[in-house]
Nanobody, 122 residues
Framework: QVQLVESGGGLVQAGDSLRLSCAAS????????MGWFRQAPGKEREFVAA????????NYADSVKGRFTISRDNAKNTLSLQMNSLKPEDTAVYYC???????????????WGQGTQVTVSS
């Protein structure tokens, strides 16, 4: 089992950058496939990015490819999401999640943080 706590959200202007962090508890962080998801008001939760256990393989939604970078530090039990060139349509609550298999489907991730709000003004 792992507990996840996100931080780093906020209100920014279009074109700005933000870095989200996710702190994981427990000693088994490096056994989990990690992902970032987001949910805007009235919309379903959607995949943003994911990273393999050792950080060697990453996957991105088309909407964020080239602007967002996911990374992890297994020694510090942390997951990060660097978000550049933010757009108003990136506004959402961002969640980090841990799962046991590579996937982009929220239902396959067993553990979730509480979320952090990102608001991008135009």
């Amino acid at each position: 089992q792992v507990q996840l706590v996100e931080s780093g959200g906020g209100l920014v202007q279009a074109g700005d950058s933000l870095r989200l962090s996710c702190a994981a508890s427990g000693r088994t962080f490096n056994t989990y496939y990690m992902g970032w998801f987001r949910q805007a008001p009235g919309k379903e939760r959607e995949f943003v990015a994911a990273i393999s256990r050792n950080g060697g393989i990453t996957n991105y939604a088309d909407s964020v490819k080239g602007r967002f970078t996911i990374s992890r530090d297994n020694a510090k039990n942390t997951l990060s999401l660097q978000m550049n060139s933010l757009k108003p349509e990136d506004t959402a609550v961002y969640y980090c999640a841990a799962g046991l298999i590579p996937s982009v489907a929220p239902r396959t991730f067993a553990y979730w943080g509480q979320g952090t709000q990102v608001t991008v003004s135009s």
